[in-house]
């Protein structure tokens, strides 16, 4: 199976695409930093995984729809997209400035639509196809303290809730993924801080697996991944 995931180069994003390839699928890895992703497909290539990458601005439709297509073509198709690239600014509505907040609806909005507009009509072409959108549980409930970001991930969840509704007669599943706390280094307010309770990102890679491998008729159209732990008491 061809997946293309958004923000492969570090977080979330590597685990998905790291723990993907192990499991024999074919992976295409975006994001801006092009030594981040040289690393992570040159960490894949050394256990044997099958693995493209093309660095893009997902801010950026032109470039996107570039990056897409490029990654279609070195597959010869695609099978799945998984929009994960993301920006966490956690802030109040006192503190945000306006060039945060365009920030995060330029990639957390704006990123997701052109990187789906890009791919449907190769997806509608084939007849057959996967979206997973990585929302958050700040996608579904409210933030304090991060309105904006949470702003972004409902307008995630609506997009990919409806989006299932518009493609899914043409053969193109949508799922909605809802990560809880995941352990990545964006997330880490103290670097020395312990974060083992959390989940590992290459187990949201491994959730993404699953959902993946449901059969043609069947969509897991929503999933929550949450660690079971808590934080350490102060
Ligand atoms: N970590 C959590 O606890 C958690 C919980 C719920 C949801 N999420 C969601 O999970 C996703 C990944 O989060 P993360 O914690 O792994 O963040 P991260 O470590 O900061 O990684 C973000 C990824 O997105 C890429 N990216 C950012 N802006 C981009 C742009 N304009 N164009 C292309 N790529 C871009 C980054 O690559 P470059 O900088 O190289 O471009 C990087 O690969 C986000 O959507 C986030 O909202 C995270």
Redesign the pocket.
């Known amino acids: 199976m061809r997946v293309i995931v958004?923000?492969?180069?570090?977080?979330?994003?590597?685990?998905i695409a790291t723990f993907l390839a192990m499991d024999g699928f074919q992976v295409a890895l975006?994001?801006?930093?092009?030594d981040?992703?040289k690393d992570v497909r040159q960490s894949i290539e050394e256990h044997e995984g099958d693995c493209f990458s093309v660095?893009?601005?997902?801010?950026?439709p032109d470039e996107?729809e570039y990056a897409i297509g490029a990654a279609v073509e070195h597959f010869g198709g695609v099978d799945a997209l998984i929009?994960?690239?993301?920006?966490?600014i956690r802030k109040s509505a006192f503190d945000i400035s306006l060039d945060e907040w365009r920030?995060m609806v330029?990639?957390?909005i704006n990123?997701v639509f052109y990187a789906t507009r890009a791919v449907l009509p190769h997806m509608k072409r084939q007849g057959s196809g996967h979206i997973i959108n990585?929302?958050?549980?700040?996608?579904r409930v409210p933030l304090p303290g991060g309105s904006g970001?949470a702003a972004?991930?409902f307008a995630?969840t609506g997009f990919s809730q409806s989006l299932l509704q518009e493609v899914r007669d043409f053969g193109i599943k949508v799922t909605t993924?809802?990560?809880?706390?995941?352990?990545?280094?964006?997330?880490r307010h103290d670097p020395s801080e312990d974060a083992g309770w959390?989940?590992r990102?290459e187990e949201?890679g491994e959730a993404c697996a699953h959902v993946l491998h449901t059969p043609p008729g069947t969509v897991i159209s929503e999933l929550e991944i949450r660690p079971l732990g808590r934080p350490p008491k102060k």
Do not use: E, F, M
Not at 30 to 34: E, T, W
Not at 55 to 60: G, K, S
């Open positions: 958004t923000g492969a180069s570090k977080g979330i994003g590597r685990g975006l994001a801006r930093s092009k981040l992703l660095a893009c601005d997902l801010r950026d996107t929009n994960n690239a993301g920006l966490v920030a330029d990639t957390n990123g990585v929302s958050s549980i700040s996608g970001y972004t991930k995630v993924i809802y990560p809880g706390s995941v352990d990545s280094a964006s997330h959390k989940v990102p949201v």
